[in-house]
């Protein structure tokens, strides 16, 4: 008995060790993904990205070499063999490789492993996962495009459904499924997957997205039955807006492409596709849309659609429409999904007939209803972020924009008839929403419960990848905040708001893509809204400013501070990951649309843009935020030339990079000053962190900054293109203190502001009561989330060695805080910056990932040393703070005293 529990005592020893305990975890791989994705099901990339971790927890832990195997023989993957492609043992500390094996073939799943070495030159155990390629070309599809009619008009959406019977013993089976507007697809009654509003949205008549599913389980001997649900998505708008969705060039009545794929025991295929003999009837959905609301009405509902026996000689037959594009690919990118179930916090009986639920936050989604009346009893459900004095909800905040032509299509209202037999479920299947309360409304009185409503947040999956903690409240509740915005705002592509618009504001979605980077691995997302862009761009180079759109946006909004996404996303996401694929797909369109600016900036300054959207106070010129914008793309290009091996546009590019930059600085710099254009926090702040000002007028030029916000109270007085700008340049430039001051405020206007007030997700504008651009939900303003981490955590990708191969490392000890700590898991693993005061300084932890380098630079206060280990480490002469590069993976412990 003694010596078990000293077992069990020694055990609990190793695990509290953590990362101390190193022959417990001997070094292996880990975080296997194939595109980015765990095992992903419906690849079309011919040359796919494998990426891994090396987990190994020791000192000095690295990779020293690999070696990748692929094979469609799981047997011989496992033994460390394969076929298809075998790199050999490859002298490399690169964790991701690409494919480079034999030609892949569609359909096909296949295995593939790597096997590190560690430092010690010591081979660790292999890894195994999968991946499996869909259609690859458009030409292997079988089915045809069916709908059940050509009108736009009508509202209802359709079933289809399709039997057939097998009999052999089934291996396998995979659906592939391309829609031009939203589905859900339903095997023997049963949902297949827990996907919400597949395909994402797209350009639909330029590229269609097609979702593959196994469907192995969901299949039976006999009889089958194949069961398809089409919504009208952003394809079929039958809403209408200022932004004219309903005039889309692809417009058209929802359809679908659908092949089943079934492998048998015996080798052999079959494919039951979409075609004639495929049936079609409308469901209880009698209205939806993705920008308003769904209505259903319970009575309608056929029971048992989906089901091989049910009876559909009432049905009629499909009909074949056109592909909607000639570009159907995969949709390779983490799916939407009900992710975060949240209960109603309490209900309200606002009278006899109206009652009110409250989430206690704001989300983006949709409610679930569980209810019991009479058949035919009519209840609206409407989802307001906030209430009116009067204590009902109140829209008026977002349906400004909404232009309906009749009152059967009421904003964010959801309107559902009971069918009277028993408890009803109603969630919508084709709709999302933003909101914190839902206002529901009968003609009768009817028995509810707080427990009668759930809300479900909804957005894209992406896995998280930070944390941020601080002893700070609020500065915590702030970083919550920003992450309930940025999900609240990823469906398939980052949009603006969730309620309002719904829209895929490019200057909204660039100055939070840090915020999102730092943490969500949102790869995924941003390869696919690049290819959006693409998509978009026209042959002269011009974005437009919301991306996908239906036509609108090519005229207002755009322009290099906006549009700039073309090159910033690709730049970003080159530093946190350490690819080259989305420079290399966007290239030549970053390319284009400098050379577009080139054309109506002769003098390399340009007035094409929106500017400092939404300020404070103050506002600066668009010419001077514009044209640093200008120098900020064609440096990226610059940048992505030499990277690509494109001498001479590198050359050419960097030229033009240099003009424009000293166009700026002669007519908007007051040398003697040091003072930008009426020297506004913008004005000051946007070119120190764009890296505009001259190397010796950096110090005057950030003093100058800091006397200004002091002068405004030290709040903030910029708009959106200011807040990228103002707590980094503060920062990075000696008054990191005052940043932490302006962030942390929490009087008007500030961030702090809105939390202090309740707020749950980041407003659109400063002033709680604006009487315009007040979404309570909006990302535009999340910088500050990047910041926390680039800042006080001094976490930072090194240009030189991206995807955190070499981690820059500066945390800011800042005076008004006591602890800060943050971690952020990039492609090599886990970094760890945290510190907290102590009575005689502070102590410092940093954690280096397995494969990964850092360059600490730690400041020092007057009087203090540093010590590692109760060893000082000595700064150089008249140095206040010590720079330490090439520090090995680790952990290490610094205290500054």
Request: charged share 20%; net charge positive.
């Amino acid at each position: 008995m003694k010596f078990t529990l000293r077992l069990i005592g020694l055990a609990l020893a190793l695990l509290a060790a953590g990362t101390h305990c190193f022959a417990a975890n001997p070094p292996q791989p880990s975080g296997l993904k194939c595109e980015y994705l765990k095992n992903p099901l419906g690849i079309d990339n011919p040359n796919p990205r494998f990426t891994w971790l090396l987990t190994d927890n020791r000192k000095g832990a690295k990779q020293t070499a690999y070696q990748i195997v692929v094979d469609t023989d799981s047997a011989k993957v496992a033994r460390g063999t394969g076929t298809e492609w075998n790199t050999k043992k490859v002298v490399s500390g690169n964790t991701l490789a690409v494919y480079k094996g034999k030609t892949l073939r569609p359909f096909t799943k296949y295995y593939w492993a790597v096997t590190l070495w560690d430092k010690d030159g010591q081979k660790t155990t292999l890894a195994v996962a999968s991946f499996e390629m869909g259609m690859m070309d458009k030409q292997n599809w079988r089915g045809a495009w069916i709908s059940d009619t050509r009108d736009v008009n009508l509202k209802p959406a359709p079933y289809f459904r399709k039997t057939f019977a097998t009999d052999k013993k089934i291996k396998s089976a995979r659906a592939y499924v391309a829609v031009a507007g939203l589905y859900e697809l339903y095997i023997n009654g049963q949902k297949i997957g827990n996907h919400r509003l597949d395909p994402m949205y797209t350009r639909f008549d330029r590229r269609t997205l097609y979702v593959t599913y196994d469907v192995t389980a969901a299949l039976q001997k006999g009889k089958n039955a194949i069961g398809v649900l089409l919504g009208n998505g952003w394809y079929n708008h039958q809403s209408t807006a200022v932004w004219y969705f309903h005039e889309a060039p692809w417009r058209g009545r929802p359809t679908f492409c659908l092949d089943l794929r079934i492998t048998y025991d015996d080798s052999t295929t079959e494919v039951i596709s979409s075609g004639k003999g495929w049936k079609t009837a409308p469901s209880p959905i009698i209205f939806n849309s993705i920008y308003t609301a769904e209505h259903q009405d319970a009575r309608l509902a056929q029971v048992g659609w989906n089901q091989p026996d049910f009876n559909d000689k009432d049905w009629k037959d499909v009909i074949f429409r056109t592909s909607p594009s000639q570009n159907i690919v995969a949709q390779a990118m983490v799916p939407i999904r009900n992710v975060e179930e949240i209960p109603a916090q309490s209900l309200k009986k606002l009278n006899d007939t109206t009652y009110l639920f409250d989430l206690g936050r704001n989300i983006s989604g949709v409610s679930q209803l569980k209810i019991k009346g009479d058949a035919g009893t009519v209840v609206r459900l409407k989802h307001a972020e906030r209430l009116g004095a009067n204590g009902f909800a109140d829209m008026s905040n977002i349906d400004i924009h909404y232009r309906p032509t009749d009152n059967q299509d009421p904003f964010q209202v959801d309107v559902y008839t009971l069918s009277g037999k028993g408890e009803d479920t109603f969630m919508p299947h084709f709709n999302y929403k933003g909101f914190q309360y839902v206002e529901l409304t009968c003609a009768k009185p009817l028995q509810l419960s707080k427990e009668s409503l759930t809300g479900y947040f909804m957005h894209s999956d992406v896995p998280p990848a930070g944390q941020v903690t601080t002893a700070n409240p609020t500065m915590n509740k702030l970083w919550w905040a920003t992450n309930n915005s940025y999900l609240s705002n990823l469906f398939g592509y980052p949009t603006d708001c969730p309620q309002r618009e719904k829209n895929g504001w490019t200057g909204d979605a660039h100055i939070a893509s840090e915020t999102g980077l730092y943490n969500f691995d949102a790869i995924t997302v941003y390869e696919k809204w690049l290819a959006d862009h693409r998509d978009e761009q026209q042959a002269n180079g011009v974005l437009p400013s919301i991306i996908p759109t239906g036509g609108w946006g090519y005229e207002w909004g755009n322009g290099p501070d906006w549009t700039s996404t073309i090159a910033i996303i690709p730049w970003n996401i080159y530093l946190f990951y350490g690819d080259t694929k989305i420079l290399a797909d966007n290239y030549s369109h970053m390319k284009r649309y400098v050379d577009y600016i080139q054309t109506i900036a002769p003098k390399h300054l340009t007035t094409w843009g929106l500017g400092d959207w939404v300020p404070v106070k103050s506002k600066s010129p668009v010419e001077f935020t514009s044209s640093v914008y200008y120098f900020v793309d064609a440096t990226i290009v610059a940048k992505t030339a030499a990277l690509l091996g494109k001498a001479a546009d590198a050359a050419y590019y960097s030229s033009l990079a240099k003009n424009i930059k000293d166009a700026i600085n002669t007519k908007y710099l007051n040398r003697e000053n040091g003072i930008y254009g009426s020297g506004t926090q913008t004005e000051l702040s946007v070119p120190l962190q764009w890296g505009i000002v001259p190397e010796d007028m950096k110090a005057k030029v950030a003093a100058n900054l800091a006397k200004r916000v002091q002068a405004d109270g030290s709040h903030i007085d910029v708009g959106l293109l200011g807040t990228k700008a103002i707590l980094n340049a503060l920062s990075e430039n000696g008054y990191a203190d005052l940043a932490y001051t302006v962030a942390s405020q929490e009087t008007y206007p500030s961030w702090g502001w809105w939390i202090k007030n309740g707020a749950t997700t980041l407003y659109e504008n400063w002033p709680i009561d604006a009487k315009s651009d007040i979404s309570m939900n909006h990302i535009m303003f999340g910088e500050i989330g990047a910041w926390l981490y680039k800042a006080l955590g001094g976490i930072k990708p090194d240009e030189t060695k991206p995807g955190f191969k070499n981690v820059l490392i500066e945390p800011h000890f800042v005076r008004s805080l006591s602890g800060f700590e943050a971690s952020h898991d990039g492609p090599q693993g886990r970094i760890t910056s945290a510190w907290k005061r102590t009575e005689k300084g502070i102590k410092y932890r940093l954690v280096i990932p397995a494969n990964s380098t850092a360059t600490l630079k730690l400041h020092l206060p007057d009087g203090k040393q540093l010590y590692e280990n109760r060893k000082v480490i000595k700064p150089l002469p008249n140095a206040k703070s010590v720079v330490m590069s090439s520090l090995a993976a680790g952990e290490y412990l610094f205290e500054i005293r």
